[in-house]
């Protein structure tokens, strides 16, 4: 057995960056390892400072987006040290015949047990909830109430991929954003069976194993006008991704950098594999 006695320190530098120096992980902040959230917080200061300095270095950013790493990592790296020291006091104190050990016995194991609240906690230990502020060089404003906002964590989901003289096969969203571009994501709501031509019929499970070209041909005679709700959204996603592709550029023609739009078609009010296109 391998033991050893060391003390509990809970701190975080004033600052993140001095000059062209920065600290991550543990240079940069020290918590009580509850939940071994350190760790996480260290791999996320590392992935937000690294992809900044990359663009910036070969071109593609100004420099200026170096001053987001400290707004965005340092609050969250305080927030940590604040929660992980409560609980870890917490749990010291939970000896025999102490009201510390009453309340984790009758209070917070019962609160934590719904389905929900056990989510919710999975969610703050894994630090996969975390959001950096909009306040900085971040802009817009969600379009539909309770959407993502700007600098909250995309969630993964199961899409269905279509591709020419291919079968729909599912894939993760998140496969799309593990990259070396950006990423696009472009949503639209169809029309229901029947309203929205070929566009719905691909939505369905069950034609989810025909071949792409087949779920085209009884629709080809008539396919979805531009003077169609569905037809002008699609041409304005079209513009805007090629849009932002001019000012971004476009990912097949560099091996990092450079942006490419996924449209995600979603049926309404049902759950079944949605097929994407990826652009």
Request: proline share 8%.
């Given at each position: 057995?391998?033991?050893?006695?060391?003390?509990?320190?809970?701190?975080?530098?004033?600052?993140?960056?001095?000059?062209?120096?920065?600290?991550?992980?543990?240079?940069?902040?020290?918590?009580?390892?509850?939940?071994?959230?350190?760790?996480?917080?260290?791999?996320?200061?590392?992935?937000?400072?690294?992809?900044?300095?990359?663009?910036?270095?070969?071109?593609?950013?100004?420099?200026?987006?170096?001053?987001?790493?400290?707004?965005?990592?340092?609050?969250?790296?305080?927030?940590?040290?604040?929660?992980?020291?409560?609980?870890?006091?917490?749990?010291?104190?939970?000896?025999?015949?102490?009201?510390?050990?009453?309340?984790?016995?009758?209070?917070?194991?019962?609160?934590?047990?719904?389905?929900?609240?056990?989510?919710?906690?999975?969610?703050?230990?894994?630090?996969?909830?975390?959001?950096?502020?909009?306040?900085?060089?971040?802009?817009?404003?969600?379009?539909?109430?309770?959407?993502?906002?700007?600098?909250?964590?995309?969630?993964?989901?199961?899409?269905?991929?279509?591709?020419?003289?291919?079968?729909?096969r599912p894939v993760r969203l998140h496969r799309f954003l593990a990259s070396n571009h950006f990423t696009m994501i472009l949503t639209v709501c169809?029309?229901?069976?029947?309203?929205?031509?070929?566009?719905?019929?691909?939505?369905?499970?069950?034609?989810?194993?025909?071949?792409?070209?087949?779920?085209?041909?009884?629709?080809?005679?008539?396919?979805?006008?531009?003077?169609?709700?569905?037809?002008?959204?699609?041409?304005?996603?079209?513009?805007?991704?090629?849009?932002?592709?001019?000012?971004?550029?476009?990912?097949?023609?560099?091996?990092?950098?450079?942006?490419?739009?996924?449209?995600?078609?979603?049926?309404?009010?049902?759950?079944?594999?949605?097929?994407?296109?990826?652009?």
């Amino acid at each position: 057995q391998w033991r050893d006695i060391f003390p509990l320190v809970s701190r975080c530098a004033s600052t993140f960056r001095r000059g062209n120096a920065f600290l991550v992980g543990d240079a940069a902040h020290c918590s009580p390892p509850l939940g071994y959230q350190g760790m996480n917080a260290a791999i996320q200061d590392a992935a937000n400072l690294g992809w900044k300095l990359a663009l910036c270095v070969r071109g593609g950013a100004s420099s200026s987006i170096l001053e987001t790493y400290d707004t965005e990592r340092r609050p969250l790296a305080e927030n940590l040290i604040a929660n992980t020291s409560r609980g870890y006091q917490a749990m010291l104190k939970a000896k025999p015949n102490t009201w510390a050990l009453w309340f984790f016995t009758n209070v917070l194991g019962p609160l934590i047990r719904p389905a929900y609240m056990n989510e919710q906690l999975t969610k703050a230990l894994a630090m996969t909830d975390i959001s950096y502020p909009s306040s900085n060089m971040l802009v817009g404003r969600p379009m539909i109430y309770g959407s993502l906002r700007p600098g909250q964590r995309v969630p993964d989901a199961l899409l269905g991929l279509v591709k020419e003289t291919e079968n729909v096969r599912p894939v993760r969203l998140h496969r799309f954003l593990a990259s070396n571009h950006f990423t696009m994501i472009l949503t639209v709501c169809i029309p229901t069976m029947g309203e929205g031509g070929w566009i719905s019929q691909c939505c369905d499970p069950a034609a989810c194993l025909e071949p792409f070209e087949e779920l085209l041909a009884p629709q080809e005679a008539n396919p979805p006008s531009t003077e169609t709700r569905l037809g002008r959204t699609m041409v304005m996603l079209v513009s805007l991704a090629v849009r932002a592709m001019q000012k971004i550029g476009c990912a097949t023609d560099s091996p990092w950098g450079g942006l490419r739009a996924l449209l995600v078609l979603s049926p309404p009010g049902k759950a079944s594999l949605t097929p994407s296109v990826e652009g």
